[in-house]
């Protein structure tokens, strides 16, 4: 089978793709500026909490981390259900690393807070279609994140709330 993505693509850079190009641009060329992030603490925080409860549940492969792995599934653990079509690629991106390592599993999203859509749990299972379209992803990342500099800025009503917000408007 060959190699779905480079070593390079996250998580993390798959779930900045759809929530803004820039901010994918910027995080995967190493412009951090996630420790002023609020939201990105309370969601460390919440890892730590879950963490603590749950002992050796989070596992690294390769380059990245999921949060539970059980017999039958891949549990991905998120604060709220804000952009759910970045998760479900992201989660995908790990049954796909997964696979290619001969590890067989579904996918399980977990929301915390739970405000624009109807349950909690989401279930989702890596098929030759999604592992098409995540090639195809992939494709579009690595052709984003190396152009030599980011997307012009847009202002959205999300960017208030973004740790490159001050970087990107200010």
């Not at 060329?29 to 002023?36: A, M, Q, S, T």
């Not at 990105?40 to 879950?50: A, P, Q, S, T």
């Not at 599993?105 to 349950?119: A, F, L």
């Amino acid at each position: 089978m060959r190699r779905l993505v480079s070593m390079m693509l996250t998580g993390t850079i798959i779930n900045y793709f759809f929530h803004c190009q820039r901010q994918c641009w910027l995080f995967a060329n190493r412009i951090n500026l996630e420790d002023n992030s609020e939201d990105v603490r309370i969601g460390r925080v919440l890892h730590e909490i879950k963490h603590e409860r749950e002992k050796n549940t989070e596992i690294s492969i390769d380059n990245i981390k999921v949060d539970k792995l059980t017999d039958e599934y891949l549990i991905e653990v998120k604060k709220s259900d804000a952009d759910t079509e970045a998760v479900k690629w992201q989660v995908l991106l790990y049954l796909n690393r997964l696979k290619e390592k001969g590890i067989e599993r579904k996918g399980r999203i977990e929301y915390i807070e739970q405000n624009k859509q109807d349950k909690k749990i989401h279930y989702l299972e890596l098929s030759q279609e999604s592992e098409a379209q995540l090639e195809e992803l992939a494709e579009k990342i690595n052709g984003l994140i190396s152009h030599h500099s980011p997307p012009e800025s847009k202002l959205m009503g999300k960017c208030r709330r973004c740790a490159y917000y001050e970087y990107c408007f200010i």
